[in-house]
C-alpha cells in the first residue's frame, strides 16, 4: 500500500513537472486550437457570404499542422495565418507533443532527460553519487526510512544498476564531475549528498562542487584514505567516513571473539553488541542491574519459546532462565559480562550483522 501511495504521489510530480516544462507546448497549442479557430469563425466568409462554423475553423487550423488546408480563404490576414502556422506549429507544438508524450510514456528507458524531470519534482532528498555495494545500501536504506533519493553512477555496468532500476530509483549514467550532472539532479534543494564512489579524489570534488552549488547541503563522503578524514572534516565541515576504520574493529573482534554481532567506535571507546542467552548469573537480574553492574544496555530482549524480540526491555523487567538478550557495552565491561555468564561459544541464533565494506 505503502509503495502503489509512493508511486502515486511520484507519477503526479512528474505529471507536473513535464507540464511546468512544456508550458511553451501547452500555450501554443491554446493559442492554436482556441483562439486561431475564432480567429478564422471571425474573419472568414463562405461565397455565400455565411461565416464559417467553429467547428469546420477547428479543423481547418487542425489539418493546417499538416499543409492540407480545410478552407479556400482569401481573406489576407488567414492567408498570412495559413502560411505560418504550419512551420510553426511542426517546429513548437508537433516537436513538443512527441517529446511530452516520450516522457511520459516512456519513463522506464531512465534517460538524463527523464532523469532531470523526476529530480525537479524533489525537495529535500538525498543524492547518492555511486552504485555500488555501499551506495546500493545507503540507498536501500534511505528509502526503508522514507526519503526520497536519486542516484548518479558513471558505469552502465556497475554492481547494482540493474537492481535500482528494477526498484523504480531514478539512476542517472553519467560522469559526476561533469559541469551538468549535478545541476541534474537538482542538487540546489537537497537535503544531503553522499558520494559513495571508488575514488577519493572524485568524491572530494563532487563534494565541493554540491557544497558551492547549495552551501546548507549535508555532505557524506566515503574516503579509502585514513590521513583525509580528519583533515576533510575540519577543513570543508563535512561527515567523512573511512571503510578501512569502520571495517577494522569489526574484522579484528570477529577474528579474536566469535560472539560478537557489530563494534564501532565512539570517540576512544570501542563500543560491541553481542547476544547472550541467560543460562549462568544473569537469570533473576534485571535489566537496570545489567546496565549499573556490567555498563550493558540490553538493546532486545526475547523470551524463552517466543519468536518476536522486545526493543528497549524496561529496566525493571526481570530476567528468565534462556532469554536471549542483544547487549551493546564498551569492550572491557562485555569481556566482564562475559566472564560473569562464562559463556564460551554464540548462541545459535545470534547473527553477525554485515559491516560496511
Same mark, same amino acid.
Given at each position: 500500500?505503502?509503495?502503489?501511495?509512493?508511486?502515486?504521489?511520484?507519477?503526479?510530480?512528474?505529471?507536473?513537472?513535464?507540464?511546468?516544462?512544456?508550458?511553451?507546448?501547452?500555450?501554443?497549442? !491554446?493559442?492554436?486550437?482556441?483562439?486561431?479557430?475564432?480567429?478564422?469563425?471571425?474573419?472568414? !466568409?463562405?461565397?455565400?457570404?455565411?461565416?464559417?462554423?467553429?467547428?469546420?475553423?477547428?479543423?481547418?487550423?487542425?489539418?493546417?499542422?499538416?499543409?492540407?488546408?480545410?478552407?479556400?480563404?482569401?481573406?489576407s490576414l488567414l492567408m498570412f495565418v495559413d502560411m505560418v502556422i504550419p512551420p510553426v506549429g511542426i517546429a513548437v507544438l508537433v516537436d513538443g507533443v512527441v517529446r511530452f508524450a516520450y516522457l511520459f510514456f516512456a519513463?522506464?528507458?531512465?534517460?538524463?532527460?527523464?532523469?532531470?524531470?523526476?529530480?525537479?519534482?524533489?525537495?529535500?532528498?538525498?543524492?547518492?553519487?555511486?552504485?555500488?555495494?555501499?551506495?546500493?545500501?545507503?540507498?536501500?536504506?534511505?528509502?526503508?526510512?522514507?526519503?526520497?533519493?536519486?542516484?548518479?553512477?558513471?558505469?552502465?555496468?556497475?554492481?547494482?544498476?540493474?537492481?535500482?532500476?528494477?526498484?523504480?530509483?531514478?539512476?542517472?549514467?553519467?560522469?559526476?564531475?561533469?559541469?551538468?550532472?549535478?545541476?541534474?539532479?537538482?542538487?540546489?534543494?537537497?537535503?544531503? /549528498?553522499?558520494?559513495?564512489?571508488?575514488?577519493?579524489?572524485?568524491?572530494?570534488? /563532487?563534494?565541493?562542487?554540491?557544497?558551492?552549488?547549495?552551501?546548507?547541503?549535508?555532505?557524506?563522503?566515503?574516503?579509502?584514505?585514513?590521513?583525509? !578524514?580528519?583533515?576533510?572534516?575540519?577543513?570543508?565541515?563535512?561527515?567523512?567516513?573511512?571503510?578501512?576504520?569502520?571495517?577494522?574493529?569489526?574484522?579484528?573482534l570477529a577474528a579474536l571473539d566469535p560472539r560478537i554481532v557489530h563494534s564501532f567506535r565512539i570517540g576512544t571507546h570501542l563500543m560491541v553488541v553481542s547476544v547472550f542467552e541467560a543460562r549462568q548469573g544473569l537469570p533473576?537480574?534485571?535489566?537496570?542491574?545489567?546496565?549499573?553492574?556490567?555498563?550493558?544496555?540490553?538493546?532486545?530482549?526475547?523470551?524463552?519459546?517466543?519468536?518476536?524480540?522486545?526493543?528497549?526491555?524496561?529496566?525493571?523487567?526481570?530476567?528468565?532462565?534462556?532469554?536471549?538478550?542483544?547487549?551493546?557495552?564498551?569492550?572491557?565491561?562485555?569481556?566482564?559480562?562475559?566472564?560473569?555468564?562464562?559463556?564460551?561459544?554464540?548462541?545459535?541464533?545470534?547473527?553477525?550483522?554485515?559491516?560496511?565494506?
Open positions: 500500500m505503502l509503495n502503489a501511495r509512493r508511486r502515486l504521489v511520484m507519477n503526479l510530480r512528474y505529471l507536473r513537472a513535464l507540464l511546468k516544462r512544456f508550458r511553451p507546448t501547452m500555450l501554443m497549442a !491554446v493559442l492554436l486550437f482556441g483562439l486561431m479557430p475564432l480567429l478564422y469563425q471571425w474573419r472568414h !466568409v463562405t461565397p455565400e457570404g455565411n461565416r464559417v462554423s467553429l467547428g469546420k475553423a477547428l479543423r481547418h487550423v487542425y489539418f493546417l499542422l499538416y499543409g492540407q488546408p480545410y478552407l479556400d480563404v482569401d481573406d519513463r522506464h528507458r531512465q534517460d538524463k532527460e527523464w532523469f532531470e524531470v523526476i529530480a525537479e519534482t524533489l525537495t529535500g532528498h538525498v543524492v547518492v553519487c555511486g552504485a555500488g555495494r555501499v551506495g546500493y545500501r545507503v540507498v536501500s536504506q534511505l528509502r526503508a526510512l522514507g526519503k526520497d533519493v536519486v542516484v548518479v553512477e558513471k558505469r552502465e555496468e556497475a554492481a547494482f544498476v540493474a537492481v535500482l532500476r528494477d526498484e523504480q530509483v531514478p539512476l542517472l549514467i553519467d560522469d559526476i564531475r561533469s559541469h551538468q550532472c549535478l545541476p541534474r539532479t537538482n542538487v540546489m534543494k537537497a537535503a544531503a /549528498i553522499v558520494c559513495a564512489t571508488d575514488d577519493d579524489l572524485a568524491n572530494l570534488n /563532487i563534494a565541493l562542487d554540491a557544497r558551492k552549488m547549495n552551501p546548507d547541503i549535508r555532505v557524506v563522503i566515503r574516503l579509502f584514505d585514513d590521513d583525509l !578524514v580528519a583533515k576533510v572534516r575540519d577543513t570543508f565541515k563535512a561527515e567523512a567516513l573511512s571503510s578501512s576504520s569502520l571495517a577494522a574493529p569489526a574484522m579484528a533473576g537480574m534485571s535489566i537496570s542491574e545489567v546496565r549499573d553492574r556490567f555498563g550493558g544496555l540490553t538493546l532486545s530482549m526475547r523470551r524463552r519459546g517466543e519468536r518476536a524480540e522486545r526493543l528497549h526491555p524496561s529496566g525493571e523487567t526481570r530476567i528468565e532462565a534462556g532469554d536471549a538478550l542483544t547487549v551493546q557495552a564498551e569492550y572491557g565491561d562485555y569481556r566482564k559480562l562475559r566472564a560473569f555468564t562464562q559463556e564460551a561459544e554464540a548462541p545459535v541464533f545470534a547473527t553477525r550483522t554485515e559491516g560496511l565494506t
